[in-house]
């Protein structure tokens, strides 16, 4: 025992000794690679602190991270800023200016509840009036993305009374720039306009160049109802400009997203407007609008256009991103929801309508859309309770904004509501006149309604002149799901008025052009007031032989070729033929178009 002692004594100090002497040496290896990297004329700031912190110097490491983390953030580098000014932070937890870029750093890459512990300890030892402006802003916006309204609405105050205690200065014009960011936000345009006109006087008085082109955006950004959609979007190409003439990438992102609201979602100028988005939200490391926000918009594009495909594909690239329970979650369940609709799926669409629970009701646009979503669905169920449920709350919903949008989501209302059972003197009176009484589109939605209307209320003949009148040139706003709604309404008013040839000419249509991309519930409509017209079977379930009908309940169940194989006592490559032919006699160009397809037509297993 006395031996064993011994020895152990010994190999503890030997290891001891044997760490001290691997200390230094990779002390002097720190030392070498900090004085190589410190005479390099663009050195890593990163590398240089981790030599500096290596080789014991850790006075050196808040310096270089204050050169550095800015550095890498002006550069598009948000995740090296971050790593630079949290790992500086270690040594100086209080200093403004890494808390300022860790703030900000964490915000572009969509980290908020970092960023917002940053951005509440900046606001704590903020010296500066201009510091604790920006502070309070930032708090002010993550509590917007990620809080109640009510504790945003907290953060606006005590932003409002920062504003009104500061001395004339450029913290104080900052200020008022920051209300009407803020304002904006929370759909108050009115007052985001009136804060943003004060922080335009204050930067023409300060000579604020970065302020002027901020207030600019907030201003554009505001889509209050008095302006029309042209002003609104050469206002904001005028702040995008002068966003990149200040140098500030973040800005012009925000311009640019917000001009996209503007402009047709499907038109040429929104594609141009989208990779100009893409190119420089890449190169100012502003993460959260880039990937999420974008997939979005190329959803949007893709219905307007009637590419399902392009549709479902850019809602499963957002779904990469979305956080759990972000608005950017909240929005990948609407649009879930929206593509379940399309797709005739009600049920599953009331499901996730019911998912964003609180979430629905946190934005003006989602406190329209879901009552809207859950009209459509109870059209398709046939269900009274849940129309009527869904109209008392869409007529007491914001209005939408004067957006180019606009004008197919009420023509897409009104085709809903006629469907669900609503009557069309209540869809006259209570939607087209009094809820938009005075919306820039109002005029526009009546005319492209009137035909719908009409059919309902058994006036073929005027609806067949009201639908050819919006149809003959179809406004760029509308959607091509919208426009084939429309056009299968004409079929079926001029099949009334016994026009019979021209009724299938326009159904013809509907199916090989307007729809030839967009399966699902409007396509089932319109071939089957084709096979009516023509007395034929064309593209339905009567095509398919009893065993193809068993392998699209069983693509329904989510099984793969050698599942199907597998159940069926087939091989592979024989389920991989009647899965090609169930595809080409239905006219569908996926696995997932026939499960929705299986869902829709209740092509279910039978019992043995």
Same mark, same amino acid.
């Given at each position: 025992?006395?031996?064993?002692?011994?020895?152990?004594?010994?190999?503890?100090?030997?290891?001891?000794?044997?760490?001290?002497?691997?200390?230094?040496?990779?002390?002097?290896?720190?030392?070498?690679?900090? #004085?190589?990297? &410190?005479?390099?004329?663009?050195?890593?700031?990163?590398?240089?602190?981790?030599?500096?912190?290596?080789?014991?110097?850790?006075? !050196?490491?808040?310096?270089?991270?204050?050169?550095?983390?800015?550095?890498?953030?002006?550069?598009?580098?948000?995740?090296?800023?971050?790593?630079?000014?949290?790992?500086?932070?270690?040594?100086?937890?209080?200093?403004?200016?890494?808390? @300022?870029?860790?703030?900000?750093?964490?915000?572009?890459?969509?980290?908020?509840?970092?960023?917002?512990?940053? $951005?509440?300890?900046?606001?704590?030892?903020?010296?500066?009036?201009?510091? @604790?402006?920006?502070?309070?802003?930032?708090?002010?916006?993550?509590?917007?993305? !990620?809080?109640? *309204?009510?504790?945003?609405?907290?953060?606006?105050? &005590?932003?409002? !009374?920062?504003?009104?205690?500061?001395?004339?200065? #450029?913290?104080?014009?900052?200020?008022?720039?920051?209300?009407?960011? #803020?304002?904006?936000?929370?759909?108050?345009?009115? &007052?985001?306009?009136?804060?943003?006109?004060?922080?335009?006087?204050?930067?023409?008085?300060?000579?604020?160049?970065?302020?002027?082109?901020?207030?600019?955006?907030?201003?554009?950004?505001?889509?209050?109802? @008095?302006?029309?959609?042209?002003?609104?979007?050469?206002?904001?190409?005028?702040?995008?400009?002068?966003?990149?003439?200040?140098?500030? =990438?973040?800005?012009?992102?925000?311009?640019?997203?917000?001009?996209?609201?503007?402009?047709?979602?499907?038109?040429?100028?929104?594609?141009?407007?989208?990779?100009?988005?893409?190119?420089?939200?890449?190169?100012?490391?502003?993460? =959260?609008?880039?990937?999420?926000?974008?997939?979005?918009?190329?959803?949007?594009?893709?219905?307007?256009?009637?590419?399902?495909?392009?549709?479902?594909?850019?809602?499963?690239?957002?779904?990469?991103?979305?956080?759990?329970?972000?608005?950017?979650?909240?929005?990948?369940?609407?649009?879930?929801?929206?593509?379940?609709?399309?797709?005739?799926?009600?049920?599953?669409?009331?499901?996730?309508?019911?998912?964003?629970?609180?979430?629905?009701?946190?934005?003006?646009?989602?406190?329209?859309?879901?009552?809207?979503?859950?009209?459509?669905?109870?059209?398709?169920?046939? *269900?009274?309770?849940?129309?009527?449920?869904?109209? +008392?709350?869409?007529?007491?919903?914001?209005?939408?904004?004067?957006?180019?949008?606009?004008?197919?989501?009420?023509?897409?209302?009104?085709?809903?509501?006629?469907?669900?059972?609503?009557?069309?003197?209540?869809?006259?009176?209570?939607?087209?006149?009094?809820?938009?009484? $005075?919306?820039?589109?109002?005029?526009?939605?009546?005319?492209?309604?009137?035909?719908?209307?009409?059919?309902?209320?058994?006036?073929?003949?005027?609806?067949?002149?009201?639908? @050819?009148?919006?149809?003959?040139?179809?406004?760029?706003?509308?959607?091509?799901?919208?426009?084939?709604?429309?056009?299968? +309404?004409? $079929?079926?008013?001029?099949?009334?008025?016994?026009?019979?040839?021209?009724?299938?000419?326009?159904?013809?249509?509907?199916?090989?052009?307007?729809?030839?991309?967009?399966?699902?519930?409007?396509?089932?409509?319109?071939?089957?007031?084709?096979?009516?017209? &023509?007395?034929?079977?064309?593209?339905?379930?009567?095509?398919?032989?009893?065993?193809?009908?068993?392998?699209?309940?069983?693509?329904?169940?989510?099984?793969?070729?050698?599942?199907?194989?597998?159940?069926?006592? #087939?091989?592979? =490559?024989?389920?991989?033929?009647?899965?090609?032919?169930?595809?080409?006699?239905?006219?569908?160009?996926?696995?997932?178009?026939?499960?929705?397809?299986?869902?829709?037509? $209740?092509?279910?297993?039978?019992?043995?």
């Amino acid at each position: 025992p006395v031996d064993d002692h011994f020895w152990f004594a010994h190999a503890l100090v030997a290891e001891a000794v044997l760490q001290q002497l691997l200390g230094r040496e990779r002390r002097r290896l720190h030392e070498r690679a900090l #004085i190589a990297l &410190e005479a390099q004329p663009e050195p890593d700031h990163a590398s240089l602190a981790r030599h500096a912190a290596g080789a014991g110097h850790f006075e !050196q490491v808040v310096p270089i991270a204050h050169v550095g983390a800015r550095r890498y953030l002006e550069h598009g580098a948000s995740f090296q800023a971050l790593r630079l000014a949290g790992h500086a932070l270690e040594e100086a937890p209080d200093d403004v200016e890494l808390l @300022r870029v860790a703030t900000d750093a964490a915000w572009r890459l969509d980290f908020l509840t970092e960023a917002l512990v940053y $951005g509440r300890r900046w606001r704590t030892v903020a010296a500066t009036d201009l510091d @604790r402006v920006e502070a309070q802003r930032f708090i002010a916006r993550l509590l917007h993305e !990620q809080a109640p *309204d009510v504790e945003r609405d907290a953060a606006l105050d &005590e932003l409002i !009374q920062l504003a009104e205690s500061l001395p004339p200065g #450029i913290a104080r014009g900052r200020s008022y720039g920051a209300v009407a960011q #803020i304002m904006m936000l929370a759909d108050r345009g009115e &007052e985001a306009v009136a804060w943003a006109d004060r922080a335009l006087d204050a930067a023409r008085a300060d000579d604020d160049a970065w302020l002027a082109a901020q207030a600019m955006v907030e201003h554009a950004s505001a889509f209050v109802q @008095r302006r029309t959609q042209a002003t609104a979007a050469a206002e904001l190409r005028l702040a995008y400009e002068a966003s990149r003439a200040v140098g500030d =990438k973040v800005l012009a992102c925000r311009a640019l997203n917000n001009l996209l609201s503007l402009v047709v979602a499907h038109s040429a100028q929104a594609d141009a407007i989208r990779a100009e988005l893409r190119a420089l939200t890449a190169s100012a490391g502003f993460d =959260k609008l880039g990937a999420p926000i974008l997939a979005f918009r190329d959803a949007d594009a893709a219905f307007g256009r009637g590419d399902s495909r392009a549709f479902r594909n850019a809602i499963a690239e957002a779904e990469q991103y979305a956080g759990e329970w972000s608005a950017e979650r909240v929005s990948l369940i609407s649009y879930r929801a929206e593509l379940a609709l399309e797709e005739g799926r009600p049920k599953a669409a009331l499901e996730l309508l019911d998912e964003m629970g609180e979430g629905g009701a946190c934005r003006a646009d989602f406190r329209r859309e879901v009552p809207a979503a859950r009209l459509f669905a109870a059209g398709q169920l046939g *269900d009274p309770r849940i129309a009527a449920d869904a109209w +008392s709350t869409l007529l007491a919903s914001p209005t939408p904004p004067n957006a180019p949008y606009s004008l197919p989501s009420v023509v897409q209302m009104v085709d809903t509501a006629l469907v669900a059972g609503i009557p069309p003197r209540r869809v006259r009176d209570e939607l087209l006149d009094r809820w938009l009484d $005075g919306h820039p589109s109002q005029r526009d939605a009546v005319r492209h309604t009137e035909g719908l209307l009409r059919l309902a209320e058994g006036h073929p003949e005027d609806a067949v002149g009201e639908l @050819r009148a919006v149809l003959e040139t179809p406004a760029d706003e509308l959607t091509r799901p919208v426009i084939a709604s429309l056009r299968l +309404s004409l $079929g079926a008013a001029l099949l009334a008025t016994g026009d019979r040839a021209a009724a299938l000419a326009a159904v013809r249509q509907v199916v090989a052009e307007d729809l030839v991309d967009w399966p699902g519930w409007r396509r089932d409509r319109a071939e089957a007031l084709l096979r009516r017209l &023509e007395g034929s079977s064309s593209r339905s379930e009567g095509e398919l032989t009893p065993r193809e009908r068993e392998v699209a309940a069983l693509i329904a169940e989510g099984l793969t070729n050698g599942q199907l194989a597998e159940r069926l006592y #087939i091989s592979p =490559k024989t389920a991989a033929v009647h899965v090609s032919n169930i595809l080409m006699k239905l006219g569908l160009s996926g696995r997932a178009e026939v499960a929705a397809w299986a869902v829709r037509h $209740g092509v279910v297993l039978q019992p043995n």
